[in-house]
C-alpha cells in the first residue's frame, strides 16, 4: 500500500471534499430503522457478526438507520415508519410496550426487508441511493461504471466508478 506524506488527503477524503456540498443543509428523508439488539448480542457475541453482515447486503437496496433499546425508550424511532428485526428479538418490558404502541399508531414491525418498498433503488449493484427532500444521491462504490435504473424518471444514467450523483426530484 502506497505511503502519502503526512498532511495529504487519501483518494477517499478527496472524494468526500469534492461531494460535502451535496449534503449541506440536507437531513435525509429515511423510513426504516433497524433493530441493533444490545441486550441479545450480550448474551450472543455472534449475533453482532450477523447483524453487519445482513446490514451490509440491505444497505445495498435501502437506506435506514440503525436504533437500539435505549433509542427506543427514548422516542427515537417514533418518525419511522418501518422497524426492522434482523437478528435478536425486541425485549419484553417496557420498550416492548413502545413498540407495540408504535405500531398501534400505523408503525410496521417486520423481519422481512422485502415487504419495505423502495421506489429509489431496489438493486444490489454496489450503487447507495439516498432520499433528501428534494433529491436523491446515488453513489456508485465499485471501481467500475454502473447503467443505473432510476425508477422515478424511468430512464437510466450511467454512474462513473467511486463517485456521486445527484438528482432533482
Do not use: H
Not at 42 to 56: G, H, K, P, V, W
Amino acid at each position: 500500500q502506497e505511503k502519502l506524506p503526512v498532511g495529504q488527503l487519501t483518494p477517499g477524503a478527496k472524494n468526500l471534499e469534492k461531494y460535502l456540498p451535496l449534503f449541506k443543509n440536507q437531513k435525509p428523508e429515511i423510513k426504516t430503522a433497524v433493530f441493533f439488539p444490545n441486550n441479545s448480542i450480550a448474551f450472543d457475541s455472534s449475533l453482532l457478526i450477523s447483524l453487519y453482515n445482513r446490514c451490509a447486503l440491505l444497505r445495498n437496496a435501502l437506506d435506514f438507520d440503525l436504533i437500539d433499546e435505549r433509542m427506543i425508550k427514548d422516542g427515537a424511532f417514533q418518525n419511522y415508519k418501518y422497524l426492522l428485526v434482523l437478528a435478536g428479538e425486541i425485549p419484553e418490558g417496557e420498550i416492548k410496550a413502545i413498540v407495540e404502541d408504535w405500531v398501534r399508531r400505523g408503525g410496521i414491525l417486520t423481519s422481512d426487508p422485502k415487504i419495505i418498498p423502495n421506489e429509489i433503488d431496489n438493486d444490489y449493484d454496489g450503487v447507495y441511493a439516498t432520499k433528501f427532500k428534494d433529491k436523491v444521491l446515488y453513489y456508485n462504490s465499485t471501481n467500475k461504471k454502473i447503467k443505473k435504473r432510476i425508477p422515478f424518471l424511468q430512464r437510466s444514467i450511467g454512474i462513473e466508478p467511486n463517485s456521486i450523483v445527484s438528482i432533482n426530484t
